[in-house]
C-alpha cells in the first residue's frame, strides 16, 4: 500500500478541522470511557462552554439525569455486547448547560474505530427555538380552538335566531301574499267593474246616438209627409198623397223593425226564447229562396243575390230562428255593398254539420275594429252614414248559440266579407 505524505495527511486534517469548525451544529467526539476529546465551537456555545473547558471533560457533564449518571454503563453495555441502542440512530435528548439549565437537542452518534480503539462522534442540534416555535404554535392552536369553539357557539346562536326570525319572516310574507292576493283581486274586481262600466257607458253612448239618428230619420219622413198630405184634401189629389203615405208607411215599418230588434234583443238577453224542432223535415232551398225573395225590396240598383247549393238538403231547425239569422246576415250584406254587386249565398252539408256563408264585395270591416264585432249596438268607423242598429251581428251570434252553432268571418276593408254559420244538424 503506498503511503499517504505527511504533508498531505496534514492538509486534510486541516479541512476536517475548518469543516468541524465551521458547521452550525454542535460535533462532539469522546472515548470508550466518555471523555470528552475534542468539540467545535458550535457544539461549546450550545452548552455555553468554553472548549478548553470541556476537552479532557466526562460527557456526563453535559447530560441530565437519569442519562447523566448511567452515560458510562450505555458504553460499557455497548462495549461488552456489541448491541446498539443509541449509536446509529437519530433520538430527541435532553442537554445540560454550563448554567445548569436544562434544554432540548437532536443527537446522532456514530462510532469510529481507530487502531483498536472506539471513538464515538455525536452531532448535536439544538431544538430550543424550534420547541419554543412548537409551544407557541400549540398554544396559538388552542387558542384558535378557543376561538373557533366561542365563534361556533356564537354562529350556532346567530343561526338558530337567524332561523327563527327566517319563520317570522315567513309568516310575515305569507300574510302580506295573502293581503296581496286579497288586494290583487280586489284591484281586479273593480278593473272589471270599470271595465264594464266603461263598456256600458260606451253601450249607452252608441245606443243614444244611433237612437237618436235611426229614429230621427223615419220620424222626420213622417212629419213631413203628414205635413204634405195636408195640403192635398181633394180628391183628385190621391196619387200625390200615396206617394207620401208610402213614405210613413215605409218609416213607419222601419221603426217596427227597430224595435222588434230591441224586443228580440231582450227575449234572448233573458233566455225567454224558446227553441222548438220542426214537426216534418223542410227543403232548405226553398226555404232560403223564400226567405231572399222577402229581401228583394231592399236591393239597391243593380244588386243581385246568387245562391248556391251543391245538394238538396231537408232539415227540422227552428224555422223561425234560422230566418232571422238569414235575414240579419243577408241584409248586413245588402246593406253594406255597392249598387250592381252580386251577393253569394252558399249551402253545404259536411259531417252532419250545415254551413250557411253569406259573401259580399262590400266596404268590409277595418281590422282593427274586428273585436268589436258582435258587441251590442257596434258600428264600424267606416258605415256610420249607413242606417244601423248595430244589433242584428249581436242577434245572429244568440240565435245561433241556441242552435248550438256558431259563427265565423273573414273581412278586407273596401274588398268584402263572408260570413259562414256552422249549425250541426
Known amino acids: 500500500m503506498k503511503e499517504i505524505p505527511l504533508a498531505e495527511i496534514s492538509e486534510v486534517k486541516k479541512r476536517l478541522q475548518s469543516i468541524i469548525d465551521t458547521a452550525l451544529d454542535g460535533i462532539i467526539t469522546i472515548d470508550e470511557n466518555g471523555t470528552i476529546e475534542s468539540i467545535n465551537q458550535a457544539g461549546a456555545d450550545i452548552f455555553e462552554y468554553d472548549l478548553s473547558g470541556l476537552i479532557g471533560m466526562n460527557i456526563n457533564l453535559l447530560m441530565s ?74 398554544k396559538i392552536n388552542m387558542e384558535l380552538e378557543k376561538q373557533v369553539a366561542i365563534q361556533t357557539f356564537e354562529l350556532k346562536m346567530a343561526i338558530e335566531k337567524l332561523i327563527d326570525t327566517n319563520k317570522k319572516l315567513e309568516a310575515e310574507i305569507k300574510e302580506k301574499t295573502k293581503i296581496e292576493s286579497k ?26 246616438s244611433m237612437t237618436s239618428h235611426e229614429f230621427r230619420t223615419p220620424l222626420s219622413t213622417i212629419f213631413s209627409s203628414a205635413n204634405i198630405i195636408d195640403r192635398y184634401p181633394n180628391s183628385d189629389q190621391y196619387e200625390n198623397r200615396a206617394v207620401h203615405t208610402k213614405k210613413i208607411k215605409k218609416s213607419v215599418t222601419m221603426l217596427i223593425n227597430i224595435l222588434d230588434e230591441f224586443l228580440n234583443l231582450t227575449k234572448l238577453e233573458k233566455d225567454v226564447v224558446v227553441i222548438r224542432k220542426e214537426s216534418e223535415a223542410y227543403s232548405l232551398s226553398t226555404f232560403c229562396h223564400s226567405t ?35 235575414i240579419n246576415l243577408l241584409s248586413n250584406a245588402i246593406k253594406y255593398s255597392k249598387e250592381n254587386s252580386t251577393i253569394c249565398v252558399k249551402v253545404s252539408e259536411i259531417d252532419n254539420l250545415l254551413y250557411i256563408s253569406f ?3 262590400g266596404i268590409g270591416i277595418p281590422h282593427d ?16 252614414h249607413i242606417q244601423g242598429t248595430g244589433l242584428g251581428l249581436h242577434l245572429v251570434l244568440h240565435y245561433l248559440k241556441l242552435l248550438n252553432g256558431k259563427i265565423s268571418y273573414t273581412s278586407v276593408e273596401n274588398e268584402g266579407t ?8
Do not use: C, W
Request: glycine content about 4%.
Open 359 to 361: 259573401e259580399d264585395q
Open 292 to 326: 231572399i225573395a222577402e229581401l228583394e225590396s231592399i236591393l239597391k240598383i243593380g244588386q243581385t243575390i246568387k245562391f248556391e247549393s251543391e245538394i238538396e238538403i231537408f232539415i227540422a231547425l227552428d224555422a223561425s230562428i234560422l230566418k232571422q239569422i238569414i
Open 65 to 138: 439525569n437519569p442519562h447523566r449518571h448511567k452515560h458510562s454503563e450505555y458504553i460499557q453495555s455497548y462495549l461488552e455486547t456489541g448491541e446498539k441502542k443509541i449509536i446509529g440512530t437519530k433520538r430527541e435528548v435532553i442537554g445540560r448547560k454550563k448554567d445548569g439549565t436544562l434544554f432540548p437537542f437532536r443527537l446522532a452518534v456514530s462510532e469510529i474505530q481507530l487502531s483498536n480503539k472506539s471513538i464515538f462522534t455525536g452531532i448535536i442540534h439544538d431544538l430550543t427555538e424550534e420547541k419554543k416555535s412548537e409551544e407557541a404554535i400549540i
Open 183 to 208: 288586494l290583487i283581486r280586489s284591484r281586479e274586481k273593480l278593473s272589471n267593474a270599470l271595465e264594464k262600466e266603461k263598456e256600458l257607458n260606451e253601450m249607452k253612448s252608441r245606443f243614444v
Open 369 to 384: 275594429e274586428q273585436k268589436y264585432l258582435f258587441t251590442r249596438f257596434f258600428r264600424a268607423s267606416n258605415s256610420t
Open 418 to 425: 263572408i260570413f259562414t254559420s256552422e249549425i250541426p244538424l
